[in-house]
Nanobody, 124 residues
Framework: QVQLVESGGGSVQAGGSLRLSCVFS????????MGWFRQAPGKEREFVAG????????NHADSVKGRFTISRDNAKNTVYLQMNSLKPEDTAVYYC?????????????????WGQGIQVTVSS
């Protein structure tokens, strides 16, 4: 059974940076595409960034493009989300997800496994 454990969240002022990490276990990490989603109170869960099995292909939502970067280290079974120039509207619970498609998936239904989520709060 795949397990995903996020870390690195917290509170930061606008303009600051955070790096989220997600450790994957239970299967062969390099067989999975990985993604980050977020959900703010009262809103639907939305795609933030995705990466294919090798790390050679990525996709970022328009709202975070140029500020956030997804990456992965297959030797460490870990996917990262570097978040720079944070804005109050980035405040949400962030979720790591794994897709058996191994490609860059952008829809929630394309992901098979989810982490428990981690809070990111950006104050103005």
């Amino acid at each position: 059974q795949v397990q995903l454990v996020e870390s690195g969240g917290g509170s930061v002022q606008a303009g600051g940076s955070l790096r989220l990490s997600c450790v994957f276990s239970g299967r062969t990490f390099s067989n999975y595409g990985m993604g980050w989603f977020r959900q703010a109170p009262g809103k639907e869960r939305e795609f933030v960034a995705g990466i294919n099995w090798s790390g050679g292909s990525t996709n970022h939502a328009d709202s975070v493009k140029g500020r956030f970067t997804i990456s992965r280290d297959n030797a460490k079974n870990t996917v990262y989300l570097q978040m720079n120039s944070l804005k109050p509207e980035d405040t949400a619970v962030y979720y790591c997800a794994a897709s058996e498609y191994a490609i860059v998936a952008v829809a929630t239904y394309e992901y098979n496994y989810w982490g428990q989520g981690i809070q990111v709060t950006v104050s103005s």
